[in-house]
């Protein structure tokens, strides 16, 4: 079993910055690839930042350039930050490990709450 604890988020004007982490119990974690969804009521969750067992990183369009992934293995956690925030990036985010086709693996945690507004 794999526990997911997302936290970090909260309210930043835009333009501003967070990061967000995840915490993760109950797995093999340096073997795992990672990501951080997000979802806006209405929406499927969204992939938009993935980092690999050995580092690599890719980001969806939207939000590359802005937000970095990274990963503190010894720590069991995974970190997003996220700069230059815009409205459009409200959601609540979630991390998940990634499998084949970047399909999520486990039971989704609770996530965080990220909400840009002035």
């Known amino acids: 079993q794999v526990q997911l604890v997302e936290s970090g988020g909260g309210l930043v004007q835009p333009g501003g910055s967070l990061r967000l982490s995840c915490a993760v119990s109950?797995?093999?974690?340096?073997?795992?690839?990672m990501g951080w969804y997000r979802q806006v009521p209405g929406k499927e969750r969204e992939l938009v930042a993935g980092?690999?067992?050995?580092?690599?990183?890719n980001y969806s369009d939207s939000v590359k350039g802005r937000f970095y992934i990274s990963r503190a293995n010894a720590k069991n956690m995974v970190y997003l930050q996220m700069n230059s925030l815009k409205p459009e990036d409200t959601a609540v985010y979630y991390c998940?490990?990634?499998?084949?086709?970047?399909?999520?693996?486990?039971?989704w945690g609770q996530g965080t709450q990220v909400t840009v507004s002035s």
């Open positions: 998940n490990a990634m499998g084949r086709q970047l399909v999520p693996l486990f039971t």
């Open positions: 980092i690999s067992s050995v580092f690599s990183t």
């Open positions: 109950g797995s093999i974690f340096s073997g795992n690839a």
